[in-house]
């Protein structure tokens, strides 16, 4: 049995309907259950009744209950050894109720077309003594590094959650570019949306109605010459694949191992590069969901793999945990 989920609707699903919405982020769940789910009342919204053409909006609470085995269409997770190391390894904070984890490159955030290895469904290994299960507040590329949260009780979630969709929260991401942007710094605003026709797992830039507001701080923090930079962002808007769109199509220098955005600069071929996409979520801070006042703060080191690219490049990290934007109003 799929147990009680609670999640936060990504900023990137804004105005979604809820049926669409479960086809999208659920889809073990077959669409004609769920909508006969949200026909019974079961899924509720911010605690609330909910329809199916219901627009869900950014930071809104979605539970949705447990499933029977048998609706299940995808293969079911078996708790394991392995996994089980592999959170405790990658965990950089855990009170109780609140978990901060380093993610891996690789490693999904959660389920979708073709994704077998999650974290999301690893979560049931951290349930604690009273049955609450860590739920995710926010998501990361599956090939991207860093600051991963979730919380245990769904009163931090919720308040997680619109803080995260309310902009309360700072997240830095480090990347390494090629070539090296023009500008020292400055903020990207181009709205973006899915792309069509055969590249529907893309984002695009659309100046038209279908484009969602984006805006991404940048800061370069270091050049090599005009073949890379050691670039900072600081998202300001949670649209998919946004600071990789902003990078490539608006300062022309991709994210380096993004092949999903031309990330491949034929000026740094044989240098000893990590196979993988050189971004990074380094820091997250966001109000503390129930002390008042308290910011959490966390931080977590670049893996081994993408400290070797920065040192291959010249690029020096030490003396970096600093917010380079902390002097800059959001």
Request: hydrophobic share 40%; aromatic share 6%.
């Amino acid at each position: 049995m799929i147990n009680v989920r609670h999640i936060t609707v990504a900023e990137s699903d804004d105005g979604q309907r809820l049926d669409r919405w479960m086809k999208k982020v659920v889809p073990e769940i077959p669409y004609v259950l769920a909508q006969k789910m949200i026909r019974k009342g079961a899924v509720r919204v911010d605690g609330k009744r909910a329809n199916m053409d219901t627009r869900l909006v950014a930071g809104q609470d979605v539970r949705i209950p447990p499933v029977e085995e048998k609706t299940k269409t995808k293969k079911e997770y078996i708790p394991n050894d392995k996994d089980r190391a592999l959170l405790a390894d990658i965990t950089m904070f855990d009170d109780g109720d609140i978990i901060a984890f380093n993610k891996p490159s690789g490693l999904a955030s959660q389920g979708g077309g073709g994704v077998e290895w999650q974290i999301d469904e690893m979560l049931i290994l951290l349930t604690d003594r009273k049955g609450r299960r860590p739920h995710l507040i926010h998501r990361l590329d599956r090939d991207t590094s860093g600051v991963l949260l979730c919380a245990r009780s769904p009163s931090a979630v919720r308040n997680l959650g619109r803080s995260m969709m309310g902009r309360q929260a700072t997240k830095i991401y480090w990347a390494l570019c090629a070539p090296s942007p023009e500008q020292n710094d400055g903020l990207i605003r181009a709205p973006l949306a899915k792309a069509s026709g055969p590249h529907k797992d893309r984002m695009v830039i659309d100046e038209g109605p279908e484009g969602k507001f984006a805006a991404t701080d940048f800061k370069v923090m270091e050049r090599a010459g005009t073949k890379a930079a050691f670039v900072a962002f600081r998202p300001q808007t949670g649209r998919t694949h946004q600071i990789r769109v902003h990078a490539a199509d608006v300062l022309n220098c991709p994210l380096i191992g993004d092949e999903k955005y031309g990330g491949h600069a034929e000026a740094l071929d044989g240098l000893e590069l990590a196979d993988r996409l050189h971004l990074h979520a380094r820091r997250l801070r966001i109000p503390h969901p129930t002390e008042e006042g308290q910011m959490l703060d966390f931080t977590a080191p670049l893996p081994p793999e993408l400290e070797k690219s920065w040192r291959t490049l010249g690029f020096d990290i030490k003396g970096l945990d600093e917010d380079p934007f902390a002097h800059d109003a959001l």
